[in-house]
């Protein structure tokens, strides 16, 4: 049973482009949950998804961020007009009960 | 809202000794449940230990157990016969019991545990 895949594992993105992180959960789990990772820092939660619904974005920034996790396909977390603040280790995590699962994580690195 | 703190930046042992890390937390949920987890330099976030709030016995996984103290809202991390792959950033993690459904988790800052040969 493969685990939770993210891709890209890194991505560089000029200040002013959009960035596009992907997560596949593992099979059989439909909750997805996104998690920001600053330098030096613990692992801050953004939002939480099911099929097609958003549950809980509180910890998501109001403006640029959105994630989205449709019916079919992997869940998307999308950064518009990215700032060098949004350099960070992006994880996203998979669960079917309570128990999470976290993919390898997609560095973003923004110059 | 809950709080997780870990006191303790960094800390080091050496290899086959045992090292206790420690973590508080605040919250007002009297279900919940408790987790470490290790990120080591692969940063890959590897589920170590869980707790369940209403479990009186301490968990235990192998060299890992934890000390779960719900009236003081501690819950530390002890590591026996430490080897060099234990090597590792480690977490607390918090997350609310919502009966049957998911729920964020909330985590400490990390202790850098750093095991010497």
């Known amino acids: 049973n493969a685990g939770v895949m993210q891709n890209p594992r890194h991505l560089v993105r000029r200040r002013g482009q959009e960035a596009r992180l992907r997560c596949s959960p593992m099979?059989?789990?439909?909750?997805v949950y996104w998690y920001r990772q600053l330098p030096e820092e613990g692992l801050k939660f953004m939002v939480y998804?099911?099929?097609?619904?958003?549950?809980?974005e509180s910890g998501m920034p109001k403006e640029r961020f959105s994630a989205e996790f449709p019916k079919e396909g992997p869940s998307i977390l999308r950064i518009q007009q990215v700032v060098r603040g949004d350099s960070a280790a992006y994880f996203c995590?998979?669960?079917?009960?309570?128990?999470?699962?976290f993919g390898p994580g997609t560095r973003l690195t923004v110059t | 809202a809950q709080t997780v703190t870990q006191s303790q930046p960094e800390m080091s042992v050496q290899e086959a000794e045992t090292v206790t890390l420690s973590c508080t937390y605040d919250?007002?949920?009297?279900?919940?449940?408790l987790f470490w987890y290790k990120q080591p330099p692969s940063r890959q976030m590897i589920l170590v230990i869980r707790?369940?709030?209403?479990?009186?016995q301490n968990a235990t996984e192998n060299r890992f157990s934890v000390n779960f103290q719900k009236a003081a809202k501690s819950f530390s991390l002890k590591i026996s016969d430490s080897q060099l792959g234990d090597t590792a950033m480690y977490f607390c993690?918090?997350?609310?019991?919502?009966?049957?459904?998911?729920?964020?988790?909330?985590f400490g800052k990390g202790t850098l545990l750093t095991v010497n040969p």
């Open positions: 993690a918090f997350m609310k019991d919502s009966g049957g459904s998911n729920y964020k988790l909330t």
């Open positions: 995590a998979s669960s079917l009960l309570d128990e999470q699962y």
């Open positions: 919250t007002s949920e009297s279900n919940y449940y």
């Open positions: 099979k059989g789990h439909s909750h």
């Open positions: 998804l099911q099929k097609e619904n958003i549950i809980d």
């Open positions: 707790q369940e709030a209403y479990k009186q």
